[in-house]
Nanobody, 131 residues
Framework: QVQLVESGGGLVQAGGSLRLSCAAT????????MGWFRQAPGKEREFVGG????????QYGDSVKGRFTISNDNAKNTVYLQMAALKPEDTAVYYC????????????????????????WGQGTQVTVSS
């Protein structure tokens, strides 16, 4: 069974940058729709960004557009979330997710932007942005 492990979270000052990593325990990436979500205390889980299973299309939430970038390294079985110009309101636990079924039903360039579409989740990594 595929497991996802996030890393790279931490404490950063406003305006700074962080790069989160999401590593799969099995060789998978390049064939699944992937997403990043975040959840702050008392708030609902929010879509941060996603990439289609063919790797050709990305989509981002409005609050991070232009500041965050998703990329992947299939050789390392890892997906990254590069975060720049961080703001205190970016403070949250960040989760990566995969839809392992996506190549069987999803068009290659579709990005999944809702949490319920994903069937596999990492444990989360805390990002704290100080003002």
């Amino acid at each position: 069974q595929v497991q996802l492990v996030e890393s790279g979270g931490g404490l950063v000052q406003a305006g700074g940058s962080l790069r989160l990593s999401c590593a799969a325990t099995q060789r998978t990436f390049g064939n699944y729709a992937m997403g990043w979500f975040r959840q702050a205390p008392g708030k609902e889980r929010e879509f941060v960004g996603g990439v289609s299973w063919n790797g050709e299309k990305t989509q981002y939430g409005d609050s991070v557009k232009g500041r965050f970038t998703i990329s992947n390294d299939n050789a390392k079985n890892t997906v990254y979330l590069q975060m720049a110009a961080l703001k205190p309101e970016d403070t949250a636990v960040y989760y990566c997710a995969a839809d392992l079924k996506s190549p069987r039903y999803l068009s290659p360039s579709t990005v999944l932007a809702v949490a319920r579409a994903y069937d596999t989740w990492g444990q989360g990594t805390q990002v704290t942005v100080s003002s």
